[in-house]
């Protein structure tokens, strides 16, 4: 895998090279290929029989360059390894995701937006070959084969390099045939290894931390403390005492200082010693426990909006009211970090002509104008070097753009010579990022005499992560920020009588989505809610589950399928073992449906163990299952950590944590087995990088609550349970 594309060169190298086969798009959908005008190339055959899948999504951890490579490997009929890739050029015009719009990783969309654009293109590819080898053999195209790499048939064989040429010139295939799926010899196949194993394994895998370029200089942000606080003044003079400090330069709009040093060492030594006078008067002064008082108060009031266009507050107050018996609660969740392993990085480098960014970049749709914009260079002259990410839950991704800002920022107040590189400490990332908003919810449920629900009041408060956005448009209607009510205002559950408020909260903090965006909250309280009445009505919590999932919709079928999946392979049906309780939670979000059954020992007071974990998943086709797998248990193992321990909180607007030490990531002892069970499926793939987060943090509160405490104030650890 080559790391030296660029945009210009990229385009330039694989479409006007006569003898590759390059097959992609044109902007209006259509396939095309080489020598035809504004071609987004998706697959490339070189002259010496090289198959290279371009990806047009970043690898963060997630499995991209696994399941995007696979599909062009299943319709070149090629084992994955024989298969290379490459990331695409940042070009919005060209490689924009089909569900957003613009280029970008996000939402669980890889897979899902790419899944026919790259079968396509690798079935055009072979189609093209075999055509070209029928012409040069005099035989029927019908009669060929093509698999790893050689064209078989008529008593010819020979490798595909000796047709690229002809292919090339080769009209292409308006509607080539995909294979069928009972042909499939990648997608779906088990043990498949990951395309970016051995590159981690070996250290040859390039990450943002990794570039060393000659000359290259390191920028350190000094950041104010508060959210709102500007810089009035600093004196360098003890920074300019540290070997390697070179500079010190205010930020615009007094927004910290920019310190330049000869190593990442030097900066943060310098950054340190820097003494700044900050003006506070526009600052956050609230701590947490305030914010959450606040956001409680608005749940306990009448909402700002209607999330549930068509239901009648009055009439559901009504119903819950005349209710057999009415179970309620309230409940918070505090602000997270993302927390990536690789804190944030970003260098950018002068050469002929502009600048090259090198970048695990999400949303290049975003970092490429912001950044040619503060340079004011032509977004020509801007070429972004796409490499690994060592990781993101969405930090990445921020309208904001804000660490290329910070990266801008400190090339254009250098003296554009020399390389570039911003760094943030793990400190930075913890206490100056972007954080998942806090919420508070309240929810009053209403049950007849037979224990069926007859209303369901649901209020939520909070921040708004889109408005002021340039996604506001697309995402709030009527005033309703769909990220902070989803996963419930949508339940895939029946339930009557049900009316969804929503309250706009004060901004604290800057906040950006964090993994599966609002259903961390919202499917925390859904399924702890429908916990809470199944208890109520005596009814077992998967039977009554089941019962709000009887139509004959493919919302309910899919729901209610990874539901029985998890409790049959968890073994529901038999009581759990002595000293130990098991909790549910089934969950649709991105597309995908997930249910987990988690058994754990121990209780509240003592120390609880979760022992197993036990997820079933409909992600309709699973592209590489074990990547699926690894998204899912991953996605476990996030969000039952966050729901576990974690928070960020603020005294006197000042965010109190600092490091893992404070902000602790799940341990692997911490959960002892997670066991995955995928849907088998002939649906069109869906999202899998979120949706295995939101059941778990439910799932353990309900089986918590089936011995114990019911928790519905986080973190666990902060409100009454203890971990062993």
Same mark, same amino acid.
Not at 141 to 168: K, M, Q
Not at 391 to 415: C, I, T
Not at 542 to 550: C, D, G, I, Q, T
């Given at each position: 895998?080559?790391?030296?594309?660029?945009?210009?060169?990229?385009? /330039?190298?694989?479409? $006007?090279? %006569? !003898?590759? &086969?390059? *097959?992609?798009?044109? @902007?209006?959908?259509?396939?095309? +290929?080489?020598?035809?005008?504004?071609?987004?190339?998706?697959?490339?055959?070189?002259?010496?029989?090289?198959?290279?899948?371009?990806?047009?999504?970043?690898?963060?951890?997630?499995?991209?360059?696994?399941?995007?490579?696979?599909?062009?490997?299943?319709?070149?009929?090629?084992?994955?390894?024989?298969?290379?890739?490459?990331?695409?050029?940042?070009?919005?015009?060209?490689?924009?995701?089909?569900?957003?719009?613009?280029?970008?990783?996000?939402?669980?969309?890889?897979?899902?937006?790419?899944?026919?654009?790259?079968?396509?293109?690798?079935?055009?590819?072979?189609?093209?070959?075999?055509?070209?080898?029928?012409?040069?053999?005099?035989?029927?195209?019908?009669?060929?084969?093509?698999?790893?790499?050689?064209?078989?048939?008529?008593?010819?064989?020979?490798?595909? /390099?000796?047709?690229? $040429?002809? %292919? !090339?010139? &080769?009209? *292409?295939?308006?509607? @080539?045939?995909?294979?069928?799926? +009972?042909?499939?010899?990648?997608?779906?196949?088990?043990?498949?290894?990951?395309?970016?194993?051995?590159?981690?394994?070996?250290?040859?895998?390039?990450?943002?931390?990794?570039?060393?370029?000659?000359?290259?200089?390191?920028?350190?942000?000094?950041?104010?403390?508060?959210?709102?606080?500007?810089?009035?003044?600093?004196?360098?003079?003890?920074?300019?005492?540290?070997?390697?400090?070179?500079?010190?330069?205010?930020?615009?709009?007094?927004?910290?200082?920019?310190?330049?040093?000869?190593?990442?060492?030097?900066?943060?030594?310098?950054?340190?010693?820097?003494?700044?006078?900050?003006?506070?008067?526009?600052?956050?002064?609230?701590?947490?426990?305030?914010?959450?008082?606040?956001?409680?108060?608005?749940?306990?009031?009448?909402?700002?909006?209607?999330?549930?266009?068509?239901?009648?507050? $009055?009439?559901? !107050?009504?119903?819950?009211?005349?209710?057999?018996?009415?179970?309620?609660?309230?409940?918070?969740?505090?602000?997270?970090?993302?927390?990536?392993?690789?804190?944030?990085?970003?260098?950018?480098?002068?050469?002929?002509?502009?600048?090259?960014?090198?970048?695990?970049?999400?949303?290049?749709?975003?970092?490429?104008?912001?950044?040619?914009?503060?340079?004011?260079?032509?977004?020509?002259?801007?070429?972004?070097?796409?490499?690994?990410?060592?990781?993101?839950?969405?930090?990445?991704?921020?309208?904001?753009?804000?660490?290329?800002?910070?990266?801008?920022?400190?090339?254009?107040?250098?003296?554009?010579?020399?390389?570039?590189?911003?760094?943030?400490?793990?400190?930075?990332?913890?206490?100056?990022?972007?954080?998942?908003?806090?919420?508070?919810?309240?929810?009053?449920?209403?049950?007849?005499?037979?224990?069926?629900?007859?209303?369901?009041?649901?209020?939520?408060?909070?921040?708004?992560?889109?408005?002021?956005?340039?996604?506001?448009?697309?995402?709030?209607?009527?005033?309703?920020?769909?990220?902070?009510?989803?996963?419930?205002?949508?339940?895939?559950?029946?339930?009557?009588?049900?009316?969804?408020?929503?309250?706009?909260?004060?901004?604290?903090?800057?906040?950006?989505?964090?993994?599966?965006?609002?259903?961390?909250?919202?499917?925390?309280?859904?399924?702890?809610?429908?916990?809470?009445?199944?208890?109520?009505?005596?009814?077992?919590?998967?039977?009554?589950?089941?019962?709000?999932?009887?139509?004959?919709?493919?919302?309910?079928?899919?729901?209610?399928?990874?539901?029985?999946?998890?409790?049959?392979?968890?073994?529901?049906?038999?009581?759990?073992?002595?000293?130990?309780?098991?909790?549910?939670?089934?969950?649709?979000?991105?597309?995908?449906?997930?249910?987990?059954?988690?058994?754990?020992?121990?209780?509240?007071?003592?120390?609880?163990?979760?022992?197993?974990?036990?997820?079933?998943?409909?992600?309709?086709?699973?592209?590489?299952?074990?990547?699926?797998?690894?998204?899912?248990?991953?996605?476990?193992?996030?969000?039952?950590?966050?729901?576990?321990?974690?928070?960020?909180?603020?005294?006197?607007?000042?965010?109190?944590?600092?490091?893992?030490?404070?902000?602790?990531?799940?341990?692997?002892?911490?959960?002892?087995?997670?066991?995955?069970?995928?849907?088998?499926?002939?649906?069109?793939?869906?999202?899998?990088?979120?949706?295995?987060?939101?059941?778990?943090?439910?799932?353990?509160?309900?089986?918590?609550?089936?011995?114990?405490?019911?928790?519905?104030?986080?973190?666990?650890?902060?409100?009454?349970?203890?971990?062993?």
């Amino acid at each position: 895998m080559g790391y030296d594309t660029t945009r210009r060169g990229f385009l /330039a190298s694989a479409t $006007a090279t %006569a !003898a590759a &086969l390059v *097959v992609g798009f044109t @902007p209006r959908g259509t396939l095309a +290929a080489t020598g035809e005008g504004n071609l987004t190339p998706f697959v490339k055959i070189t002259p010496d029989g090289r198959m290279i899948a371009i990806l047009k999504h970043f690898e963060m951890g997630q499995g991209t360059t696994t399941g995007l490579t696979a599909l062009i490997a299943e319709e070149l009929n090629a084992d994955l390894d024989l298969v290379e890739f490459e990331f695409a050029p940042s070009d919005n015009s060209r490689y924009a995701n089909t569900l957003m719009g613009a280029q970008g990783t996000g939402g669980s969309t890889a897979i899902a937006n790419s899944y026919l654009q790259y079968r396509k293109a690798g079935a055009a590819a072979r189609e093209m070959l075999v055509a070209a080898a029928a012409t040069e053999w005099g035989v029927d195209a019908a009669t060929l084969t093509l698999e790893n790499g050689v064209i078989s048939g008529g008593g010819n064989s020979a490798p595909i /390099a000796d047709f690229v $040429a002809a %292919a !090339a010139g &080769l009209a *292409v295939p308006e509607e @080539p045939a995909l294979k069928d799926p +009972a042909d499939f010899r990648v997608i779906g196949q088990a043990g498949l290894k990951r395309r970016d194993t051995g590159g981690k394994i070996d250290g040859s895998a390039l990450f943002g931390m990794d570039i060393q370029l000659p000359g290259q200089i390191v920028a350190a942000v000094l950041r104010p403390p508060r959210l709102g606080a500007r810089l009035d003044s600093f004196d360098a003079a003890a920074a300019a005492q540290v070997p390697g400090f070179i500079d010190a330069k205010a930020r615009p709009e007094g927004a910290g200082v920019i310190v330049y040093a000869r190593n990442t060492w030097a900066a943060f030594q310098a950054r340190d010693a820097i003494a700044a006078n900050w003006d506070f008067s526009a600052a956050e002064s609230r701590s947490s426990a305030q914010i959450r008082e606040e956001l409680l108060a608005r749940v306990n009031a009448a909402p700002d909006y209607n999330a549930t266009p068509g239901s009648d507050a $009055a009439a559901v !107050a009504e119903a819950i009211a005349g209710a057999a018996q009415v179970v309620e609660a309230e409940f918070y969740f505090p602000n997270l970090a993302h927390a990536p392993m690789e804190p944030l990085n970003c260098t950018i480098e002068p050469v002929e002509g502009g600048v090259v960014v090198h970048d695990g970049c999400q949303f290049p749709a975003i970092a490429h104008p912001t950044i040619a914009a503060i340079l004011q260079l032509d977004p020509a002259q801007v070429q972004i070097n796409t490499i690994y990410a060592g990781g993101s839950f969405g930090r990445r991704a921020n309208p904001a753009a804000d660490y290329h800002v910070e990266a801008a920022q400190a090339f254009a107040l250098s003296d554009r010579s020399a390389p570039v590189k911003l760094v943030w400490s793990r400190e930075d990332d913890i206490r100056g990022g972007y954080y998942r908003p806090a919420f508070a919810h309240k929810v009053r449920v209403g049950l007849d005499a037979a224990g069926a629900i007859v209303g369901w009041e649901h209020r939520i408060a909070g921040q708004s992560i889109f408005k002021g956005t340039a996604f506001e448009a697309f995402v709030v209607k009527d005033g309703v920020d769909h990220s902070s009510v989803e996963g419930v205002a949508d339940t895939p559950y029946a339930i009557p009588g049900m009316h969804v408020g929503l309250s706009d909260a004060a901004p604290s903090v800057t906040v950006l989505w964090w993994r599966s965006v609002g259903h961390t909250h919202t499917a925390y309280v859904m399924e702890s809610m429908m916990d809470m009445a199944a208890r109520a009505a005596g009814r077992d919590p998967v039977e009554f589950r089941l019962a709000h999932l009887s139509g004959d919709s493919a919302d309910h079928a899919r729901m209610a399928g990874v539901l029985r999946l998890a409790a049959e392979r968890a073994g529901w049906d038999q009581p759990a073992p002595e000293g130990r309780s098991r909790g549910v939670a089934v969950h649709k979000s991105f597309g995908s449906y997930v249910a987990e059954v988690v058994e754990i020992s121990g209780d509240a007071e003592s120390g609880v163990r979760v022992e197993k974990v036990t997820c079933a998943v409909d992600c309709g086709l699973a592209i590489t299952p074990d990547v699926v797998r690894a998204q899912v248990e991953g996605g476990v193992g996030y969000g039952m950590g966050a729901v576990m321990r974690n928070q960020i909180t603020l005294e006197s607007g000042e965010v109190v944590q600092t490091n893992f030490w404070d902000y602790e990531p799940l341990r692997i002892q911490d959960i002892g087995a997670i066991e995955v069970h995928i849907v088998p499926s002939a649906e069109a793939p869906s999202g899998i990088g979120e949706p295995g987060t939101p059941p778990a943090g439910p799932a353990l509160a309900n089986a918590i609550a089936a011995r114990g405490p019911r928790v519905t104030m986080l973190p666990m650890s902060e409100n009454g349970v203890s971990f062993a």
